[in-house]
């Protein structure tokens, strides 16, 4: 008997001393850090950072919780009321753990096994579970993360009064699908701020809580819609409601609004820019040994140069002109030998990223079209395919005197092709042209100055023999005429009596990084670019010959309002070609928009107001581009697919006035009709001064009178005597030297 008693009392002495042990070990930190008041106090939610329009309006957000956080004065009180009623009837009267609703979990749910009989947890238990999540234990992890919940209740309780614990909870619970918090989630499923939630569609969030996905009621609106109507019950049940008003809110349908957006946003690729651009400009702004700011997580206000009227409009004008092409695209090699043609590059495209072992396996993907996404299963090869034939394009807008970007299109669907177009390298064509005739006027040539026209062929460079667009030849054209309607044979002969330093020169200060060849096939634009290059370049000629640096980003603000980033977006400062070369080229490519490539602008679109352009089209139709600016807007666009092989076959559909042209066109077209944008991107050229008025005036086209033929024999029997000497002696033939104009 006597062996019997110490056993039951070692067994009770025991059984008294394991809680007891149990709590020392979790207040010593054994299974992790116990948060304390200091701890709580300091606490705060990850927020995303916004990113917004000059006029303050949302662009988008980076986030790694997609968060916005909401004060306790702009939540409802029936919204409290739905919140309470449901998950936590006696907050108002516990200090962290509810023992009542333990006592019944205790007996309902695990002595009687009734699952319905609800939660034990407060919602300053929840809060606690919200903020600092849960560990994995082993068999231990539910009493130790309850344990510990239970003590961070009672400490969140000592810390902040009730109000500030409903704040930090409705900031921190989750919503499924990454939304966290009662503001991201009002805005996500109803577009309205927290405070204009009505009774139903808080009690349609509340629900939600029981389990997010489930009860979400875009997945699942039946059960979301029987579980929204239990909350409604419950706060009749606890007065919050009467019956009647109960009644009625029950009949009521789900209606949801998620802002009218589909996929992605109106600006993903410009979003995707700034974020780089932040995160540089956040290095430079951090002092050494000071906390660096996050955009995924510290709130910050990213107010940006953006237009977005200005930006849907061009959105619009991808639509409207690139889903009609990509149909022309596509009947082309639907022809017998177009199939042909695109099954062998996409042959060899396969062999080239060593996928041909894989080219019939099947794969489920979604697929862009201009009509909607399709999801589809298609084999490997099919799917190769399909990226091929489709059209990329970008489209970038600068105000020439300050470098704010005002719209930026990277490309045309961010979720399949997230490349950035804008930043994507390839031949400028006749986009070129421009610069070597800065470089002549710098020189003291004359707009009315005539250069040869005649067929040529350079053995000194493998034979190479240019062409006009027309395959036309002879004569003389002035040299404003040769650019406006970017003739090639003239270009080259002017390249010829250039020195190609200087050439190269103007084109590293123009801010272009493809290192040019002395080569006179640069002369039709076989150096690379990128649109952005191309926009700052002719934001050069539009602001009277001045360096600018694009920029995307006005401000940066803490979520205290401190002003971390201030961009003043002044005028460029550092000149980079004279003037009189900057005024020349725009009164030369404002004869190219009135008559010459770019002359569709007006004629088929309806853009009047006074405009410089410059159209660009590579060899075999690979990439088209247009450029137009004046002195408040600059806007560049290429089109062309991802690989050079694939492109239309004549200049009805491939050239940069048929398949660039129209995005800028129809942009341009939109800031026309709106008043307020047209008012200020829309502006007139100044008139030319006194010492350069008149300087257009003169024939484009002249034939060659006897002495000039006189002097192309002189000019051909010299080149034939010096074919061996180097390309630079070849530059300046004897006539060219002698009479340089």
């Not at 003169?698 to 000039?708: E, G, I, Q």
Request: glycine share 8%; net charge neutral.
């Amino acid at each position: 008997m006597k062996k019997t008693i110490n056993i039951i009392v070692k067994v009770a002495l025991a059984a008294a001393l394991l809680p007891l042990l149990y709590a020392i070990v979790l207040f010593l930190g054994l299974f992790g850090h116990l948060q304390t008041k200091d701890d709580l106090r300091a606490f705060r939610n990850a927020e995303a950072s916004l990113v917004l329009s000059p006029e303050g309006e949302l662009i988008g957000k980076y986030f790694l919780q997609e968060r916005t956080n909401t004060t306790i004065g702009q939540v409802p009180a029936h919204l409290i009321g739905a919140l309470t009623a449901t998950e936590d009837a006696r907050f108002f009267e516990h200090r962290g753990v509810d023992t009542r609703s333990l006592f019944r979990v205790l007996v309902k749910s695990i002595l009687l096994n009734n699952r319905r009989s609800g939660g034990g947890s407060t919602i300053t238990q929840q809060l606690a579970k919200n903020m600092y999540g849960r560990k994995d234990y082993g068999p231990l992890t539910i009493p130790v993360n309850k344990s510990r919940e239970a003590i961070l209740a009672y400490r969140l309780e000592a810390t902040f009064d009730k109000q500030e614990i409903l704040e930090l909870y409705l900031n921190t619970v989750p919503f499924g699908d990454n939304l966290y918090g009662i503001e991201t989630a009002a805005r996500s499923f109803f577009n309205k701020t927290t405070n204009l939630l009505s009774v139903e569609e808080s009690a349609l969030l509340v629900g939600m809580l029981k389990a997010n996905t489930f009860y979400n009621p875009r997945i699942n609106p039946a059960n979301a819609l029987n579980r929204r109507n239990i909350v409604l019950r419950q706060m009749e049940r606890y007065g919050h409601l009467a019956r009647e008003e109960a009644d009625s809110l029950c009949s009521l349908p789900l209606l949801l609004d998620d802002g009218g957006f589909d996929g992605g946003g109106p600006a993903d690729y410009f979003l995707a820019a700034v974020r780089r651009e932040t995160e540089t400009i956040l290095a430079a702004t951090t002092d050494h040994g000071e906390k660096r700011w996050e955009p995924e997580t510290d709130g910050l206000i990213i107010t940006t140069t953006l237009d977005l009227t200005l930006q849907k409009a061009a959105l619009g004008a991808f639509r409207e002109h690139l889903k009609r092409m990509q149909q022309k695209l596509e009947e082309q090699y639907r022809s017998p030998s177009g199939t042909k043609t695109i099954n062998q590059i996409t042959a060899a495209e396969m062999q080239r990223m060593n996928l041909e072992k894989r080219a019939g396996e099947r794969v489920r993907q979604q697929l862009f079209t201009w009509n909607g996404y399709v999801t589809d299963t298609v084999t490997v090869s099919d799917s190769l395919k399909n990226a091929l034939m489709l059209l990329q394009a970008g489209l970038i807008a600068l105000e020439p005197q300050t470098g704010a970007v005002r719209a930026w299109i990277g490309g045309i669907d961010y979720t399949t092709q997230p490349y950035d177009q804008i930043l994507a390298r390839r031949q400028m064509a006749s986009l070129f042209k421009p610069v070597i005739y800065a470089v002549a006027f710098g020189e003291g040539y004359q707009p009315c100055d005539y250069l040869d026209n005649d067929s040529i062929t350079l053995s000194e460079y493998d034979g190479w023999s240019p062409e006009n667009y027309d395959h036309s030849f002879g004569g003389r054209y002035s040299m404003a005429a040769a650019l406006a309607h970017s003739l090639n044979l003239p270009t080259v002969s002017l390249w010829l009596s250039l020195d190609f330093d200087l050439i190269d020169s103007l084109w590293t200060r123009m801010g272009f990084a493809f290192p040019l060849e002395n080569n006179p096939s640069l002369a039709l634009g076989t150096a690379e670019a990128s649109i952005r290059e191309a926009a700052v370049a002719y934001s050069a000629f539009a602001n009277g010959g001045y360096s600018i640096t694009p920029r995307m980003i006005a401000s940066i603000t803490a979520p205290d309002g401190t002003v971390i980033y201030q961009d003043s977006l002044t005028a460029g400062s550092g000149r980079i070609l004279t003037e009189r070369s900057a005024l020349l080229i725009n009164a030369i490519l404002q004869k190219a928009a009135g008559e010459g490539t770019g002359a569709s602008v007006k004629s088929i679109y309806g853009v009047s107001s006074p405009l410089a352009a410059k159209t660009g089209t590579s060899q075999n139709y690979t990439d088209a581009w247009f450029a137009a600016y004046n002195p408040r807007l600059t806007v560049v666009a290429r089109v062309g697919a991802s690989v050079q092989s694939v492109h239309f076959n004549s200049g009805s559909y491939g050239s940069g006035s048929a398949l660039a042209l129209p995005l800028v066109a129809l942009t341009l077209r939109q800031i026309q009709a709106d008043t307020a944008l047209g008012r200020k991107y829309l502006a007139p050229f100044p008139p030319l001064p006194p010492e350069l008025a008149g300087a257009l005036d003169c024939p484009d086209f002249r034939d060659k009178s006897l002495l000039n033929r006189i002097f192309d024999l002189f000019r051909k029997a010299e080149s034939m005597n010096t074919t061996e000497q180097p390309p630079d002696t070849l530059k300046k033939p004897f006539f060219r030297r002698i009479f340089r104009k």
